[in-house]
C-alpha cells in the first residue's frame, strides 16, 4: 500500500513540477523556444498515469471485497447448514477444519 501511495505522489509532483518549473515560452536573440505544448502533453501524461494507478487500486480492492463476500456467505451458508446423514456431518467437519 505504501508502494502505491509512493507512485501516486511521485506522478502528481511531476505533474506539478512540470507545469510550474517550466516556462511556456523562452525568447534567446536568434530563436524562441515554446514549451506550452509540451508542457500540456508532459503533464497530462503524468495524470493519465496517476489516475491508472488509481483506477487499478480501485479495481483490485473491490475484486477483493467481492471474494471475501462470496466466502463468507458460502461459509454461513455451509455453516448453518444442518447435517442430515453422516455423510454431510463428515464433509461439514472437514470444511470447518480447512475453512480460511
Do not use: W
Amino acid at each position: 500500500m505504501e508502494d502505491i501511495k509512493k507512485e501516486i505522489e511521485h506522478y502528481e509532483q511531476a505533474h506539478y513540477e512540470i507545469m510550474t518549473l517550466a516556462e511556456d515560452e523562452v525568447d534567446f536573440r536568434i530563436f524562441r523556444v515554446m514549451t506550452q505544448k509540451m508542457k500540456e502533453t508532459l503533464g497530462n501524461k503524468a495524470i493519465e498515469h496517476r489516475d491508472r494507478i488509481l483506477e487499478e487500486t480501485y479495481k483490485y480492492c473491490t475484486d477483493t471485497t467481492s471474494s471475501v463476500l462470496k466466502t463468507y456467505i458460502e461459509m454461513k451458508a455451509a455453516i448453518e447448514h444442518d447435517p442430515i446423514n453422516e455423510k454431510e456431518l463428515i464433509a461439514s467437519k472437514d470444511f470447518n477444519t480447512k475453512a480460511p
